[in-house]
């Protein structure tokens, strides 16, 4: 279809007619999180370039001397190789954020926190402009009998330390059935040391935290955790933003520990007396934006029927977010939307449905006056589908108002 549309898709319709769905362009502006700021701006940029929206890149990461390091890289390199006029960069903090998101965009895309994710929903409402949020949260990992302990502690000690933990999809916490515990720690301890060895200090595999504001929280986050540190490989560092893999148990539930998205190396314990108790554990908090499972088929579809997050790996971690087959994106507190593939495309598209009519034929029977001949006629082809066959009129609004009157009740009581 030519003219000003993605593409069509033609379905059946009378013969008088043709109808489509065809997709608008728009602009959307989309932020740079510190975690992967290549790698994600990448991924966005396929979204939005496949589905032809012209994109503003906001290179402001962190607001520290690291993101404008970043802002001055982007903003060297991606005009000699993209059209500016598809994908532009804007470097700086927040007082130019803040003028962008006073802008009428067709479409906002962020990631970050749920704080920030309200301005730029508070903003995006000035205009009615959609958006979508990507805002992370504490990842629940659950441990139960049944598991490969084994296994599960070499994956979880994996995801959990890459990047230094800070992924939007890190495992965040454990919850451990009472049963394995004590052999799952066993088996994350001797997982670790092979991994990073005494002193993670000397890995070429773990890297360091982003910077010096952020290792301060990290520690705060330990120090007032109320937990028992079973295991740290290395000392803390901060002229060299080196914190340690760290394993807590017991930290307390009221903790900010156990209250914010650590976003760092520090991995608490919690035990568990059932597959219940977790369910009702994940359930009290904000929806994640990552759920794990290490068990049988079988608890692990319970626990996924009886809780909701963004996105679900049983026996894994953070593998879920790399196939692009799945829709990535939160729900509730871990945000709203999603990328990848096809699932990114429809989301940063506009559904627009296009008919055109044929001249050919315009019968007496469509205007007024109107009869009881007429009315059949509209029966038939205006409303026709959306009622059961030999049902009239007059049994289509009763079987509506009945409906209506039955959910009415229901809700009251």
């Known amino acids: 279809m030519d003219g000003p549309y993605k593409s069509a898709h033609r379905v059946a319709v009378a013969a008088s007619s043709f109808c489509g769905s065809a997709r608008t362009e728009g602009s959307c502006p989309r932020n740079d999180p510190m975690e992967f700021p290549y790698q994600f701006a990448y991924v966005w940029f396929d979204t939005c370039i496949g589905s032809r929206q012209l994109r503003l890149l906001e290179a402001f990461g962190n607001g520290g001397e690291d993101s404008a390091t970043l802002g001055e890289v982007w903003a060297d390199l991606l005009p000699r190789y ?117 002193d993670a200090r000397t890995s070429s595999s773990f890297a360091r935290i982003v910077n010096k504001s952020h290792f301060h929280r990290l520690k705060r986050l330990l120090d007032s955790s109320g937990g028992e540190i079973v295991a740290q490989h290395g000392k803390l560092d901060e002229a060299e933003r080196f914190f340690p893999p760290t394993v807590v148990k017991g930290a307390s539930l009221d903790a900010p520990i156990m209250q914010e998205e650590i976003f760092g190396p520090v991995f608490p314990i919690m035990t568990i007396g059932s597959l219940d108790e977790a369910v009702t554990h994940i359930n009290k908090n904000d929806k994640p934006l990552a759920l794990y499972v290490f068990g049988s088929k079988a608890d692990a579809d319970k626990i996924i029927a009886e809780t909701s997050s963004g996105t679900v790996c049983v026996n894994d971690a953070i593998f879920q977010m790399m196939e692009v087959k799945l829709p990535f994106g939160g729900v509730g507190e871990s945000g709203m939307g999603c990328s990848h593939g096809k699932w990114g495309f429809d989301e940063f598209s506009h559904r627009r449905a296009v008919m055109y009519r044929a001249t050919w034929i315009d019968p007496a029977q469509r205007y007024p006056p109107y009869s009881d001949t007429n009315l059949k006629m509209f029966e038939k082809v205006m409303i026709g589908p959306l009622i059961p066959e030999g049902c009239g009129l007059r049994a289509a609004a009763g079987m509506v108002l009945g409906s209506a009157r039955a959910l009415t009740k229901r809700i009251m009581t």
């Open 82 to 198: 993209v059209d500016p006029e598809a994908i532009a960069v804007v470097t700086g903090g927040v007082a130019e954020s803040t003028e962008l998101l006073k802008l009428r965009w067709d479409h906002i895309q962020f990631t970050g926190n749920g704080v920030v994710g309200r301005v730029v929903m508070r903003a995006a409402a000035e205009h009615l402009t959609p958006v979508t949020l990507e805002l992370g949260g504490k990842n629940p990992t659950v441990i139960l009998p049944g598991a490969n302990l084994a296994q599960a502690a070499r994956r979880i000690a994996a995801c959990a330390n890459v990047n230094a933990g800070q992924l939007c999809v890190s495992p965040d916490f454990a919850l451990v059935h009472k049963d394995v515990e004590v052999a799952f720690i066993k088996e994350l301890k001797q997982a670790m040391s092979s991994f990073y060895g005494d």
